[in-house]
């Protein structure tokens, strides 16, 4: 089996060959010098599980050699083989880093078991690692929370597309988290440590958004007493953030078009053209469909859309409801000085039921307004807002209809088939062929029923 690869540093020669033999024999690959620079020769050439390690030798002592290993490879796991070991010496190890000490004279056997427990407690080690990032890439990223495949999938385009320096058009409906996936994008990219700049596009007419964007000079127009720098400059070097792409006019469309070729624009009521680098991202609530046929010229759609992330609305990932509301009620709860535990079931379930048209951001203002009125150990379906608890009662009703409409059905039926074995004369094969049915189901329609049987077959 194979269990590692060991470096023995030793310079005692009968050591070195006794215990290399044991330890290969016990399933490792060891590797031997009998000194300490040979020994941190062959560490830093080859890649090594753990080093044994002599605490003396006459040409470098072990405290060296165990302050260059774990300068090198801080993970790397050293055992120190002691014989004069003073507890100083071992306190001065420890703080080092070292993982354990074996005492000379030892047996064979007491070091292969301290071997063997190192390499359990480094696959435990390897594994809580593993888990942990199971878990970092399961549930968040950056301030965005979901586990779903949906969610997975934006978390790995926003890996992908951070290391460029694309447009990207991030399309999802009203609070599905679009200015997030924006953020993220910026802090996981080069540029993360210069401007995010946003501005949002509907909200603005069309001169100051023209303004907002590229500055005006002094004077350009009423009310212009001084010179002031747009949004494209503020965002120099890092990234602008368009929100709500989908509103903006035709005219600010060929001036957007243009620094997205040239990289350049002037101020309003400017001659000097001013030049910047700028990675621009942008958002709309509108599909793709209408954005490129509608609401954008086309030229400026391919130029905004290098890169496409649709966001999926709360509804198609419905099992990240509770990580959602279990998240934004731990963020409320940490507000108030209530001490509220959590859901009940039915709260929950109910919060998994609805169709959240808001999406995210409706969730995160109902888990708000729920820990703001509740007055119990836990939030329960009372302190739900009355779209949200009405849920139950379209239930009850939903399936108060479907229960009527089956006894009618069955009433129907029952006298259909009266009528159908009055007809035969109460022949069953001729009955069930006029129905289309077998035998067998006429016969049990004929128990369902409690019809009378009293017909010949
Ligand atoms: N996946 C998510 N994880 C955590 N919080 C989220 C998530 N998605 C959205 N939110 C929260 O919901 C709210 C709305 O998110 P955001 O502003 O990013 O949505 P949006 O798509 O830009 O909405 P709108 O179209 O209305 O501008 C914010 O408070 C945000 O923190
Ligand atoms: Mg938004």
């Known amino acids: 089996m194979e269990r590692g690869k060991v470096l023995l540093i030793d310079d005692e020669p009968i050591l070195l060959v006794t215990v290399s033999d044991a ?17 941190l020769m062959m560490f830093q050439e080859g890649s090594f599980d753990i080093v044994l390690l002599d605490m003396v030798m006459p040409d470098m002592s072990g405290m060296d050699i165990l302050r260059e290993i774990k300068g090198l490879y801080p993970q790397t796991i050293v055992v ?3 014989a ?13 880093g070292v993982h354990d000490f074996i005492a000379k004279p030892f047996s064979l056997d007491e070091l292969i078991l301290k071997l063997q427990n190192i390499s359990s407690f480094q696959c435990l080690k390897e594994e809580n690692v593993y888990l942990r990032q199971q878990l970092e890439k399961k549930y968040h990223f950056g301030n965005l929370i ?7 999938e934006i978390y790995e385009l926003i890996k992908t597309v951070s290391q460029t320096d694309s447009t990207v058009l991030i399309q999802g409906e009203s609070g599905t988290g679009k200015e997030l996936v924006a953020n993220a994008i910026h802090f996981n990219s080069r540029r993360k440590n210069d401007p995010f700049i946003k501005v949002s596009c509907a909200a603005l007419s069309e001169t100051i958004l023209e303004s907002e964007l590229f500055g005006h000079e002094k004077g350009a127009f009423t009310g212009a007493i001084q010179r002031k720098l747009g949004r494209f400059e503020l965002a120099n070097k890092g990234t602008l953030f368009l929100d709500e792409i989908g509103d903006i006019s035709p005219t600010v469309q060929i001036k957007l078009l243009r620094v997205l070729q040239e990289r350049e624009f002037e101020r309003v009521g400017g001659t000097k053209t001013v030049h910047v680098d700028v990675r621009i991202i942008s958002a709309t609530k ?18 905004l859309n290098t890169i496409a992330i649709q966001l999926p609305c709360l509804l198609e990932r419905k099992e990240d409801i509770p990580l959602l509301a279990k998240y934004f009620f731990n963020e409320f709860r940490g507000r108030t000085s209530k001490s509220i535990l959590g859901f009940t079931e039915g709260a929950l379930d109910l919060l998994e039921q609805y169709e959240w048209p808001g999406n995210v951001r409706e969730l995160k203002n109902v888990v708000e307004r729920a820990v703001a009125i509740c007055r119990t150990e836990k939030l329960q379906i009372a302190d739900l807002p009355q779209e949200i608890r009405e849920i139950r009662l379209k239930k009850k009703l939903i399936q108060h209809e479907i229960e009527t409409l089956n006894n009618v059905l069955k009433a129907v039926e029952k006298e259909y088939l009266q009528k159908i074995l009055r007809i035969t004369q109460g022949r069953k094969a001729e009955a069930a062929d006029l129905l289309g049915i077998s035998r067998k189901t006429l016969w049990e329609k004929i128990k369902e029923h409690q019809l009378s049987d009293k017909s010949p077959s």
């Open 23 to 39: 330890l290969a024999k016990a399933g490792y690959t060891v590797e031997m010098a009998e000194n300490g620079q040979k020994g």
């Open 146 to 152: 979901g586990k779903s495949d949906k969610m997975q």
């Open 80 to 82: 120190m083989i002691t």
């Open 84 to 96: 004069h070991g003073t507890i100083e010496k071992a306190v001065e190890a420890m703080k080092l």
């Open 286 to 303: 509108y599909d793709m469909d209408e954005i490129k046929t509608e609401r954008l010229r086309e030229d400026l759609y391919y130029r």
